[in-house]
Nanobody, 128 residues
Framework: QLQASGGGLVQAGGSLRLTCAASGDTLHYYAIGWFRQAPGKEREGVSFISSSGGRTAYAVSVEGRFTISRDNVGNTAYLQMSSLKPEDTAVYYC???????????????????????WGQGTLVTVSS
């Protein structure tokens, strides 16, 4: 299971760090994706990291402002969000996808059950 936390209300320009914690299974062999869904909009991929942490990817809209990382010893992944904008307001989800290759990124545009686990989501609200 995955548990996403760390959301909250922040002013534009502020920062938040989201945490994705795993229980019941190790994240060691799973690539992680962070997604978000704003009201009335489709889910979009935000950031991705390979199981080793050696490769990362970001949506254009967050590149340079968000940083994804992971702690395989602690069985946790993180999304550090800085310079937040009102358009970053959304429910943020983390998801884990099993990967044999520890440098493979997870699916950036999942359409089905590509991911093995999804977290329940944490709300981020950025006020202007």
């Amino acid at each position: 299971q995955l548990q996403a936390s760390g959301g909250g209300l922040v002013q534009a320009g502020g920062s938040l760090r989201l945490t994705c914690a795993a229980s019941g299974d190790t994240l060691h062999y799973y690539a992680i994706g962070w997604f978000r869904q704003a009201p009335g909009k489709e889910r979009e991929g935000v950031s991705f990291i390979s199981s080793s942490g050696g490769r990362t990817a970001y949506a254009v809209s967050v590149e340079g402002r968000f940083t994804i990382s992971r702690d395989n010893v602690g069985n946790t992944a993180y999304l550090q969000m800085s310079s937040l904008k009102p358009e970053d307001t959304a429910v943020y989800y983390c998801a884990a996808q099993f990967k044999h290759n520890n440098l493979s990124l997870p699916s950036m545009f999942p359409t089905g059950d590509e991911y093995n686990y999804w977290g329940q989501g944490t709300l981020v609200t950025v006020s202007s």
